[in-house]
C-alpha cells in the first residue's frame, strides 16, 4: 500500500508521459501584464468556442489574470522554446523584458499575442474555480488567429520537444 505523497508523486510521473502543448497565457489590463508557460490547457466546447486553462494558486499571475479579466491563450510552435523558458521562469528574464523580446503585439482585445504562434486565442474570463492546488478558468474565445506554418512544441517528461512534421497523404 502506497501512502499520499507516494500517490502524488507517481500521479505526477504517469502526467509527465501525457505529451502536452506548450502555450504563454497572457494577460493585460488595469492589473497589469503578466504571462505564464502553461500545458493545462484544452478545448471544452466550440459552441460557444471556449477553453480551460489551469493555473497553480500559489502563482502570483493569478491576481492579474483575475482583475483584468482577459487572458491569451499562444499555442507555441517548436521555434519558440527559449520563448516558452522565458515565461516558464526557467531564465534571469524579468517579466517587463519578457514583453520586450521580439514578437509581441496588442491583439484585438489589448491581450499581448506572440507573433509566429500557432494559433492564438483571445478571450473573457467567464468562470474561475478551485480545485486543489490549481485555478481553473474558462474562458470564452472572442478572436482567433490560426497560423499554417511551423510545428508544434510540447512538453513530454519534463522536457520540451518538437513534434515530427508530415505531409498529409490524401487518399
Given at each position: 500500500?502506497?501512502?499520499?505523497?507516494q500517490?502524488r508523486?507517481?500521479?505526477?510521473?504517469?502526467?509527465?508521459?501525457?505529451?502536452?502543448?506548450?502555450?504563454?497565457?497572457t494577460?493585460?489590463?488595469?492589473?497589469?501584464?503578466?504571462g505564464?508557460?502553461?500545458?493545462?490547457?484544452?478545448?471544452?466546447?466550440?459552441?460557444?468556442?471556449?477553453?480551460?486553462?489551469c493555473?497553480n494558486?500559489?502563482?502570483?499571475?493569478?491576481?492579474?489574470?483575475?482583475?483584468?479579466?482577459?487572458m491569451?491563450v499562444?499555442v507555441?510552435n517548436?521555434?519558440?522554446?527559449?520563448?516558452?523558458?522565458?515565461?516558464?521562469?526557467?531564465?534571469?528574464?524579468?517579466?517587463?523584458?519578457?514583453f520586450?523580446?521580439?514578437?509581441?503585439?496588442r491583439?484585438?482585445?489589448?491581450?499581448?499575442?506572440?507573433?509566429?504562434?500557432l494559433?492564438?486565442?483571445?478571450?473573457e474570463?467567464?468562470q474561475?474555480?478551485?480545485?486543489g492546488?490549481?485555478?481553473?478558468y474558462?474562458l470564452?474565445?472572442?478572436?482567433?488567429?490560426?497560423?499554417?506554418?511551423?510545428?508544434g512544441l510540447?512538453?513530454?517528461?519534463?522536457?520540451?520537444?518538437a513534434?515530427?512534421h508530415?505531409?498529409?497523404l490524401?487518399?
Amino acid at each position: 500500500m502506497i501512502n499520499e505523497e507516494q500517490h502524488r508523486l507517481l500521479f505526477r510521473d504517469a502526467m509527465a508521459s501525457l505529451p502536452a502543448a506548450v502555450n504563454i497565457v497572457t494577460s493585460a489590463g488595469e492589473a497589469g501584464q503578466c504571462g505564464i508557460t502553461a500545458t493545462a490547457v484544452c478545448s471544452v466546447t466550440d459552441t460557444p468556442p471556449t477553453l480551460l486553462v489551469c493555473i497553480n494558486r500559489k502563482s502570483a499571475m493569478n491576481a492579474v489574470f483575475e482583475r483584468n479579466a482577459r487572458m491569451c491563450v499562444n499555442v507555441l510552435n517548436h521555434e519558440q522554446e527559449q520563448m516558452a523558458r522565458h515565461f516558464a521562469g526557467m531564465t534571469d528574464v524579468d517579466m517587463a523584458q519578457r514583453f520586450m523580446l521580439e514578437g509581441w503585439y496588442r491583439g484585438e482585445s489589448g491581450q499581448p499575442v506572440l507573433r509566429h504562434a500557432l494559433a492564438s486565442l483571445e478571450g473573457e474570463i467567464d468562470q474561475i474555480t478551485s480545485v486543489g492546488t490549481h485555478q481553473i478558468y474558462l474562458l470564452a474565445i472572442r478572436h482567433i488567429i490560426v497560423s499554417q506554418e511551423g510545428h508544434g512544441l510540447i512538453y513530454f517528461r519534463r522536457g520540451f520537444h518538437a513534434t515530427p512534421h508530415q505531409e498529409m497523404l490524401v487518399v
